[in-house]
T-cell receptor, first 115, second 116 residues
């Protein structure tokens, strides 16, 4: 398994501000993913972040709103920019420890409330 | 396109009773299949996964799931539910090949309540 730490675990943010979420993994992984879980909903993939390349965004998500960094094989950040109440969600980092698509672990999530 | 259906939004079972949570998927090849559990205020914990081999897979906390290709199903079971199993359960499918490996499509989840 993998130990995935996310910071912050919870935050209350003001409308119009930006917040950066950090994801730290206890082992080197090639593929990292960011998901969003809106209140009462399932998880939706925001983007795939592989070290050494630009993040790949899913339909409906854009880099200006959700810039992602992946400086090394154990760390990634997701920024939620110019937040609105609709951005109130749990943001989860996940990793594929085997690199084969069949061993996927999630962090504890970052619970953001935008007021 | 890949999709996952969890037809039951909310299930209530008595403690000690058996449990089956349904999951159907749509995918053009043999998928990777996962069950995750999310307790209130927590992240996702991997219960079990299937990607090849024996179609009956054992997971943590006494859970098991059976992959049935003919029915495109991957139902989660537990013979005797404990009060601590109350949580939301998510079924997910992942690509078994290609550049989309590792990103998962999730069902909408089934909330499990346990009666004393």
């Amino acid at each position: 398994s993998a130990v995935i730490s996310q910071k912050p675990s919870r935050d209350i943010c003001q409308r119009g501000t930006s917040l950066t979420i950090q994801c730290q993994v206890d082992s080197q992984v090639t593929m990292m993913f960011w998901y969003r879980q809106q209140p009462g909903q399932s998880l939706t993939l925001i983007a795939t972040a592989n070290q050494g390349s630009e993040a790949t965004y899913e339909s409906g998500f854009v880099i200006d709103k959700f810039p992602i960094s992946r400086p090394n094989l154990t760390f990634s950040t997701l920024t939620v920019s110019n937040m609105s109440p609709e951005d109130s969600s749990i943001y989860l980092c996940s990793v594929d420890t085997a690199g084969l698509g069949n061993t996927i672990y999630f962090g504890e999530g970052s619970w953001l409330t935008v007021v | 396109a890949q999709s996952v259906t969890q037809p039951d939004i909310h299930i209530t079972v008595s403690e000690g009773a058996s449990l089956e949570l349904r999951c159907n998927y749509s995918y053009g090849a043999t998928p990777y299949l996962f069950w995750y559990v999310q307790s209130p205020g927590q992240g996702l914990q991997l219960l079990l996964k299937y990607f090849s081999g024996d179609t009956l897979v054992q997971g943590i906390k006494g859970f098991e799931a059976e992959f049935k290709r003919s029915q495109s199903s991957f139902n989660l079971r537990k013979p005797s539910v404990h009060w601590s199993d109350a949580a939301e359960y998510f079924c997910a499918v992942g690509a078994s090949y290609g550049g989309s490996q590792g990103n998962l499509i999730f069902g909408k989840g089934t909330k499990l309540s346990v009666k004393p």
